[in-house]
C-alpha cells in the first residue's frame, strides 16, 4: 500500500467510498491469506487484474507496486525453495504479490484526504478518547512523507558515496534518521502555524 | 492592525534569546536582518504564536491569544510545509479547522490558485513540484486562509535567480502587511521599514537606506557580523 502515491482518474474505483476500498482490501487480504488454496490464489490474482483494468492502470502500475519488494521477495522465494517445494515457493511468493499489489491499488485511486475520510469513517463508532482527527492525519502524512524521505535517503546515499562510504550503514542510518526526526519536527510546527494543533 | 510588542523576553534555559523588545509595526512591508542566532526568527515566531514569549505581551490589534487565525507564516524550506500529497488537498488541508462549506473552499482554492497563476499545478503531485512552484503552493496554501498578516522567514534562500524573482513579484503584489526575515539584501531593498536584531535586541530600526548601509559596513568587520 506504501509503495506508491495516487495516480488521477475518474474510473469506478477512483470514485468508490474510500471506507469502502479498504474494507474489501481487508476482506481481499485476510481470505487470499486464510484460504490456502491455488484456486483461491488465482481468483485472487484475476480479481486484483481486473482492478487494474477497471482503473485504467496497466502491468507497469502493478509492477511499481511490487518493485521496492523484490528483494524480500526473492529471499522468501528462494528460502521457501530451499526448505519446501517448487509449488509451495511459487504459491508463497504470488500471494505477497497479490496482496501487495491490492494494497497498492487502493492507493493509486484514494487521495489522501479521501483516504482521511475514510480512516475517520471506520473510526466513527470508535471510543471518544481515541483521537480519531489526529490518526487520519497521521496516516495521511505517510503518503506525503514517503517520496520525501526516499528522496532524503538518497541525498544521503551520494553524499556517504562521495566519501567512500556507501557500504557502511551506520554512515547512512544515522543521518537519515536525524534529518526525518527534524522534518517531522519542523512539519508539526508547520501544521501548528496553519492553525491545526 | 497594528502588531504590539511590549517588553517581551524569549529565555530558553539560561539563554535570553529576545530582550525587553517594545515596538509597533503597521507598515505595508517590513524587513528584519541580523546574523545568524541573532534571534530574529525567534522574533518572527512570535507573530504567529509559535513562540510564546517568556514575559511580556504581543498583540495584534486587540488580539493576543488567537494570533495564527490572523496572522499567516511562510516557512524557509517549502517541502516541510506542504504537508498532503496533491496540491489542491494540500490547500484545502489549511482550511479544515475553519470548518467552512466545502463550496467555499474550492473557490478560495480556485481564487488564490488563480491569483497567483498557478491554477496548471492545482492537481499535481506535490512532491513531483520544483523548488520555485512548492514554494508559490507553500505561499497559497497561507493565502487561502485569508490572513491580515504573512511572515516570512528566509523564503528566498532556496530558490534560484528565476524563481526568487517570480517570488519577489508575488511578494510585491500581496495586498496583506508582511514580515519578511532574510539575509537577501536585495529583497529587503525597496521595504518601509527595516529592523536590525543583534543579541536578541533591535540593534536598528529605520527605513532601508539608513539601515542596510550601516548593516553592510558592520558585516565588514567580521567579529561584529
Known amino acids: 500500500m506504501l509503495t506508491d502515491l495516487y495516480i488521477p482518474g475518474d474510473s469506478l474505483l477512483h470514485r468508490a467510498r474510500p471506507a469502502w476500498k479498504l474494507g474489501v482490501l481487508f476482506l481481499y487480504c485476510t481470505s487470499v491469506f486464510v484460504i490456502s488454496h491455488p484456486l483461491m490464489l488465482a481468483a485472487g490474482l484475476a480479481l486484483v487484474a481486473l482492478g487494474y483494468g477497471i482503473a485504467g492502470l496497466g502491468p507497469r502500475d502493478a509492477f511499481t507496486a511490487i518493485r521496492p519488494a523484490l528483494v524480500v521477495l526473492l529471499i522468501i522465494f528462494v528460502a ?107 512539519v508539526a510546527e508547520a501544521i501548528t502555524a496553519r492553525s491545526l494543533d | 492592525m497594528t502588531m504590539r510588542f511590549d517588553r517581551v523576553s524569549v529565555t530558553k534555559g539560561t539563554r535570553e534569546i529576545l530582550s525587553e523588545i517594545t515596538l509597533s509595526l503597521n507598515e505595508h512591508r517590513v524587513g528584519v536582518i541580523g546574523h545568524n542566532g541573532s534571534g530574529k526568527s525567534t522574533f518572527l515566531r512570535l507573530f504567529n504564536g509559535l513562540e510564546k514569549p517568556s514575559s511580556g505581551t504581543v498583540r495584534f490589534g486587540e488580539t493576543e491569544d488567537d494570533l495564527r487565525h490572523h496572522v499567516g507564516f511562510m516557512f524557509q524550506n517549502p517541502d516541510n510545509q506542504v504537508v498532503y500529497p496533491m496540491v ?86 500581496l495586498p496583506q502587511p508582511a514580515v519578511v526575515v532574510s539575509h537577501d539584501l536585495d529583497l529587503l531593498a525597496g521595504f518601509d521599514r527595516i529592523l536590525h ?19 553592510k559596513a558592520l558585516c565588514e568587520d567580521l567579529d561584529e557580523c
Open chain 2, 197 to 215: 536584531i543583534a543579541d536578541g535586541r533591535i540593534h536598528a530600526d529605520g527605513k532601508p537606506e539608513d539601515v542596510i548601509p550601516a548593516y
Open chain 2, 88 to 173: 489542491e488537498e494540500d490547500l484545502a488541508f489549511g482550511l479544515k479547522s475553519r470548518k467552512l462549506p466545502k463550496a467555499e473552499v474550492a473557490a478560495r482554492i480556485e481564487r488564490v490558485l488563480s491569483e497567483l497563476s498557478l491554477t496548471h499545478l492545482k492537481d499535481r503531485l506535490t512532491h513531483q513540484l520544483s523548488g520555485g512552484e512548492k514554494q508559490m503552493v507553500a505561499l497559497a496554501g497561507v493565502l487561502v486562509t485569508e490572513p491580515e498578516l504573512i511572515c516570512f522567514d528566509e523564503p528566498t534562500t532556496l530558490l534560484d535567480l528565476r524563481n526568487k524573482m517570480q517570488f519577489m513579484s508575488a511578494l510585491s503584489t
Open chain 1, 80 to 186: 521457501q525453495l530451499w526448505l519446501e517445494t517448487l509449488s509451495l515457493a511459487a504459491y508463497v511468493t504470488l500471494r505477497l504479490m497479490a496482496l501487495l499489489m491490492a494494497a497498492a491499488l487502493v492507493t493509486y485511486t484514494t487521495r489522501a484526504s479521501e483516504f482521511t475520510e475514510g480512516i475517520l469513517a471506520l473510526l466513527s463508532r470508535a471510543p471518544k478518547w481515541v483521537p480519531k482527527d489526529k490518526i487520519a492525519l497521521a496516516m495521511s502524512l505517510v503518503w506525503r512523507f514517503i517520496p520525501m524521505i526516499r528522496a532524503q535517503f538518497d541525498e544521503v546515499r551520494e553524499a556517504q558515496r562521495a566519501r567512500g562510504l556507501e557500504r557502511n550503514m551506520l554512515a547512512l542510518v544515522v543521518p537519515l534518521v536525524v534529518r526525518t526526526l527534524k522534518t517531522a519536527d519542523e
